[in-house]
């Protein structure tokens, strides 16, 4: 008996032994792997692919002696009032490096109800959404046009303050970072919502609000209501306003301003980065579009990219509608004293 106890903790030992040395192995050969190798081993010439976006060597634009042309509101939302301890940190660096700004939270219950009052055309859709992540989509379109501000994601930090992105267009749409857009989707523009700035009633986030029971069919969320959604209506809103012959400055109220991701969107997606990585080795079969991509992660990184000093906020891709959250929370209220809920606005 003594015997079969004592074979029983070598093997459970072993076990162990193996899955820490396969662990050691992951970290140092994969996370550890910082840079993307192009080509699996051939001398590849790169020299002459020229990035798609330049490395961020200025601040963002603005003018002087204005008042913000959008409102110093944050909003953020989340299924009920009590915020995963995961994202305590990101809320309160927007509350700490934006002190006068105010905050305003949405859960699941408010935000129907701000659409109940304000949009019923939209509750059926809203109601319809199995995925929560598309009603916080629909939720964070009808917030900015109803109050204006700036969306946030959870799981967005902000690194500095925010009055200089408010203060020169009605209306700031961030791209993802390109090597999302031709690694991911073949294409060299692709905006995210993640995080978006925009002044109350702006005419662009009306159409990403009125358009969505059109695509609700969509069976991905990026096509839906997502990313991929807000690019095509922001290129048919482009589209239109040449069509009617309104070429738009960039200081009009119906403008859409889209600055380099590097000022909000900096960071890889982890999710893709065994992915990349695969690609990449297969430099030679791809495209043009996809080759650019291996190269900007070539010469700027992957893993850890430091953020730029004009870089706003950094966007940890947490996955929220995918990914097991801890229990362990606190209510808004605590977290921000000042917090507005929709019903005391």
């Known amino acids: 008996m003594l015997k079969l106890q004592r074979r029983k903790k070598w093997k459970l030992l072993f076990v162990l032994t193996i899955c820490l040395f396969t662990s050691i192995v992951y970290v140092i050969f994969v996370l550890g792997e910082k840079e993307i190798i192009i080509g699996n081993g051939e001398n590849v010439d790169i020299s002459d692919i020229k990035p798609f976006e ?3 060597d200025e601040d963002f634009p603005k003018m002087l002696d204005t008042n913000p042309r959008i409102p110093k509101i944050i909003h953020q939302t989340w299924k009920d009032s009590f915020v995963p301890t995961a994202f305590h940190e990101n809320v309160r660096s927007f509350i700490d490096k934006n002190p006068n700004f105010k905050y305003y939270f949405w859960t699941d219950a408010s935000a129907r109800q701000l659409i109940a009052d304000r949009h019923p055309e939209l509750l059926e859709t809203f109601d319809n959404y199995v995925e929560p992540v598309r009603k916080a989509d629909m ?12 969306y946030a994601d959870l799981d967005t930090e902000c690194l500095r303050p925010l009055d200089r992105v408010l203060n020169k267009f009605s209306c700031v749409i961030s791209p993802e970072p390109y090597e999302h857009a031709s690694l991911i989707y073949n294409t060299r523009f692709m905006v995210t919502n993640s995080i978006m700035f925009c002044g109350k009633k702006h005419p662009f986030l009306y ?25 095509l209506q922001l290129s048919i809103y482009k589209t239109d306003l040449t069509k009617t012959g309104n070429k738009l400055t960039e200081l009009h109220d119906n403008f859409v301003y889209v600055p380099s991701s590097q000022y909000f969107q900096n960071e890889i997606d982890p999710v893709r980065f065994e992915q990349f990585r695969k690609m990449c080795r297969n430099f030679k079969s791809l495209n043009i579009i996809a080759r650019t991509g291996c190269v900007s992660l070539k010469r700027r990184g992957m893993i850890h990219r430091t953020p730029n000093k004009y870089t706003f906020t950094r966007h940890s891709f947490y996955h929220t509608g995918y990914k097991w959250i801890s229990s362990s929370a606190v209510k808004i209220t605590d977290l921000v004293p000042h917090a507005v809920i929709y019903q005391t606005v």
């Open 54 to 56: 330049p490395f961020l």
């Open 207 to 231: 159409r990403l609000m009125y358009n969505l029971p059109s695509f609700s069919h969509f069976s991905q969320d990026i096509d839906a209501s997502g990313p991929n959604y807000v690019t």
């Open 139 to 150: 939720l964070r379109y009808v917030v900015l046009y109803e109050f204006g501000g700036i």
